[in-house]
């Protein structure tokens, strides 16, 4: 087991906030490396995913045949929120070996394991797809120019399916370039986080 960080995100607790896992806790961040989202802002971005009309070529974004991509995964919190409201499967990636065991822990943690797939993997620089997905999120850090190459190399790779809807986070203040092929059809800014969600 790893211990509960006393750094940074040591005092911080995170929650499941809907769906069938809603309440359930989930370990944070052991550094810095990892930037958590908040569980309010999880909560404001999960309930316009929920809510929303995607149209006909998406119908229910969450449900039991929906596969997730978490590109960017730390604590696993996207992922986990999105099996938690209806999703069938996820796969996520991170380049950091402890966000990754985090992930692993907190799948483990949440009896979803069998739902997850957890690697270590660049977005930049994918695997190759075994299928593609229909919910994904792009969540890098901060001020790095990652979604934009990320997003390439997830297309190029066949993550992507061809009606998507991409949820993209970036700083309130940061440049954010259109994604080919996509229509950024809302964004919504919390504090210091813009969330940008974009239909393929």
């Known amino acids: 087991m790893i ?15 809907g769906g069938s896992l809603s309440g359930r806790k989930i370990d944070p961040p052991l550094s810095r490396v990892t930037r958590p989202m908040m569980d309010r802002i999880r909560e404001a971005l999960f309930n316009i995913l929920v809510h929303r009309e995607w149209g006909k070529d998406i119908g229910d974004l969450l449900e ?5 991509l978490d590109a960017f995964c730390g604590t696993g919190a996207l992922a986990f929120e999105a099996i938690s409201w209806g999703a069938g499967h ?5 380049k950091d070996r402890e966000a990754l065991e985090i992930a692993r822990q907190n799948a483990a943690t949440l009896g979803i394991s069998d739902k997850c797939h957890i690697l270590a993997a660049d977005a930049t620089m994918p695997p190759k797809a075994a299928f593609s997905c229909k919910l994904v999120f792009l ?22 399916a061809s009606h998507a809807i991409i949820v993209a986070e970036t700083a309130k203040k940061e440049a954010f ?24």
Not at 64 to 68: E, G, I, M, P, Y
Not at 140 to 145: C, E, Q
Not at 187 to 197: G, K, L, N, Q, V
């Open 139 to 160: 969540a890098p850090p901060y001020r790095k120019g990652l979604i934009s190459p990320a997003f390439d190399a997830l297309d190029e790779a066949g993550w992507i």
């Open 3 to 17: 211990p509960r960080a006393f750094g940074r995100w040591g005092q911080f607790v995170m929650r499941i906030v």
């Open 64 to 68: 039991s045949d929906t596969n997730v």
């Open 90 to 94: 996820a796969v996520l990636f991170d």
């Open 177 to 200: 370039k259109p994604l080919p092929g996509c229509e950024e059809v809302l964004h919504r800014s919390y504090a210091d986080t813009t969330i940008h969600f974009l239909k393929r």
